[in-house]
């Protein structure tokens, strides 16, 4: 590994563990040159995935955009770094083991949107609002209606509907 800080090529690990859920390798390595010291982390890659956006431009799949869109959506909410991390990694895995080896922007956002609506309201609505573009407040208001009726018990509903007539 070529050291970031004077560019010598021979760094050594003195020191390695598993991190992320056992999903990576964390080593801690230090230059013989100049007496840095950094930190490298190794993951398991199944696949190499390509992106294909929405014009139609392929890119290879950027994990850390990934991580930093959902930090984004979960930002000053009750969530932590931790569990950021593993639903990138579970991400992440889900698409290399798909059996695919390109994958779409909505495909991603789909699935960030699965994750988030399963984990934050509030993180849902952020990333939604990026992702699908909203415009006006009536987007927002469209949006959270449609995740109020999602949330309540058909009887609900039905009640709700029928105080309307």
Do not use: W
């Not at 850390?64 to 579970?90: G, M, T, W």
């Not at 290399?96 to 399963?118: C, K, N, P, Y």
């Not at 999602?150 to 509903?157: C, D, G, N, Q, V």
Request: aromatic share 8%.
């Amino acid at each position: 590994m070529k050291c970031p800080f004077c560019g010598c090529d021979d760094t050594i690990v003195k020191d390695s563990r598993n991190a992320d859920d056992d999903t990576a390798i964390r080593r801690r390595r230090e230059c013989p040159e100049c007496g840095s010291r950094f930190t490298t982390f190794e993951r398991v890659q199944l696949r190499e995935l390509i992106v294909i956006k929405k014009n139609g431009e392929r890119t290879f799949f950027d994990r850390d955009k990934l991580y930093r869109s959902i930090e984004l959506a979960v930002r000053k909410r009750p969530i932590s770094a931790e569990r950021v991390e593993k639903i990138v990694n579970s991400l992440q895995r889900g698409f290399e083991s798909s059996g695919e080896s390109e994958i779409t922007t909505e495909a991603i956002g789909e699935a960030v949107m699965d994750a988030l609506s399963r984990l934050d309201n509030i993180a849902y609505i952020r990333f939604a609002s990026v992702y699908k573009d909203f415009k006006e407040i009536k987007d927002f208001e469209d949006f959270v209606e449609t995740i109020d009726r999602l949330a309540k018990p058909a009887s609900e509903i039905k009640t709700e509907e029928s105080n309307h007539d």
